[in-house]
């Protein structure tokens, strides 16, 4: 889990970077951190790090777009936009930005989530922000929604156990 946070934290740094120096400099960082070699490339707005163990893509801003094998037995709010996508092996991790309030995107979340079979695990509330952890046969889906300027940021976490 510690390889995945480096390769997310330096994919974000590298944001605006293309194949340079600076790329080079992020690729030994996460060598020096994870101790593993590591390859990175940047295409538009998607950044792809290649480690022995896998990889993982991250896309953010206007290309950013659900991915295609995003299970359809987990809840979206009816309007939303992505904001970023990250994806590895067994784990994907989408920003969201939606239209509604916090406690009723919750309360969709909660309903929608059940009726589509999710056993819910973890529910927690505070003055703004609510969280939401389900989990369904190998599958663990945890939700986060929190205030924003003039939406509601939500993160869907996906998560499936190895054998």
Do not use: H
């Amino acid at each position: 889990m510690r390889t995945i946070a480096v390769l997310c934290c330096a994919a974000l740094a590298l944001g605006a970077c293309g194949k340079s120096s600076e790329e080079r400099l992020a690729e030994a960082a996460i060598e020096s951190a994870t101790g593993q070699q590591v390859s990175i490339e940047k295409s538009g707005e998607q950044v792809t790090m290649k480690t022995a163990d896998g990889e993982v893509r991250i896309s953010s801003g206007a290309g950013a777009a659900l991915p295609a094998a995003f299970p359809e037995d987990v809840y979206l709010p009816k309007t939303y936009t992505v904001r970023s996508v990250v994806e590895s092996t067994g784990v994907t991790i989408v920003g969201l930005d939606a239209e509604g309030e916090v406690a009723q995107l919750y309360d969709e979340a909660a309903s929608g989530m059940t009726s589509n079979g999710w056993e819910q695990v973890m529910a927690m509330q505070d003055a703004g922000n609510r969280m939401l952890v389900y989990q369904k046969e190998k599958r663990t889906a945890s939700m986060t929604l929190a205030p924003g300027e003039d939406r509601v940021e939500m993160t869907v976490q996906l998560a499936e156990e190895k054998d």
